[in-house]
């Protein structure tokens, strides 16, 4: 257990709907990470939080957004769903940023399917 | 631009093989690089990393990997696989002039009993 929660585990919906991931950090990790991983793309890194602030932005669409709480949990919503979309979508948090505060822990994941 | 390469994708060994899968990366300054195993359903684990010094770094389970600068380099290895080495391995690398971190593709690693 890394310490990392994901809710939920599963979550089925239909194309152009709206979902909200929810991610929980280890106890005093700043960062929070939220990655897609689908069969032909691999691990996609899509964007990083810390304390609050967007740090640093990968391969997240436009109909995806996220956003970094005070108390440090983190939302990822995609909306227009398509069927495209349907991945493991991992969370995962730091002690903070640059050097040995870098290691990620990484959440169970949210499998997303749609229809 | 910045990438991150594992060359093989699936490999399949028998028990007691030895094992290196390959990781290349491309970038320039200084580095962190990390393996990561994924047991079938489920997430991510840290089996290694190197922030600095000895470029021999020994991990969980028997593993190790060997930092070789010159040839951009982070290739992991084990000397004796087990059944229960079967998972996907992902190489990552953090440049610490952005903090982007990018994985590698993944290599499925399937041990015959």
């Known amino acids: 257990d890394s310490g990392v929660t994901q809710t939920p585990k599963h979550l089925i919906t239909a194309t152009g709907q709206r979902v909200t991931l929810r991610c929980s950090p280890r106890?005093?990790?700043?960062?929070v990470y939220w990655y897609q991983q689908s069969l032909d793309q691999g691990l996609q890194f899509l964007i990083q939080?810390?304390?609050?602030?967007?740090?640093a932005k990968g391969n997240i669409l436009e109909r995806f957004s996220a956003q970094q709480f005070p108390d440090l949990h983190s939302e990822l919503n995609l909306s227009s769903l398509e069927l495209g979309d349907s991945a493991l979508y991992f969370c995962?948090?730091?002690?903070?940023?640059?050097?040995?505060?870098?290691?990620?822990?990484f959440g169970p994941g949210t499998r997303l399917t749609v229809l | 631009a910045q990438s991150v390469s594992q060359h093989n994708h699936h490999v399949i060994l028998s028990e007691a093989a030895s094992l290196e899968l390959g990781c290349n990366y491309s970038?320039?300054?200084?580095?962190?690089l990390f393996w990561y195993v994924q047991y079938p359903g489920q997430h991510l684990q840290l089996l290694l990393k190197y922030f600095s010094g000895d470029p021999l770094v020994k991990g969980i389970k028997g593993f190790e990997a060997e930092f070789i600068k010159s040839k951009f380099s982070f290739n992991l290895r084990k000397p004796s696989v087990q059944w229960s080495d079967t998972a996907e391995y992902f190489c990552?690398?953090?440049?610490?002039?952005?903090?982007?971190?990018?994985f590698g593709k993944g290599t499925r690693l399937h041990i015959l009993p």
């Open positions: 939080y810390y304390n609050g602030e967007e740090r």
């Open positions: 106890s005093g990790d700043l960062s």
């Open positions: 990552a690398v953090i440049s610490n002039r952005d903090d982007k971190i990018i």
């Open positions: 970038y320039g300054g200084t580095v962190n």
């Open positions: 995962a948090s730091s002690p903070g940023t640059g050097g040995e505060y870098n290691e990620q822990f």
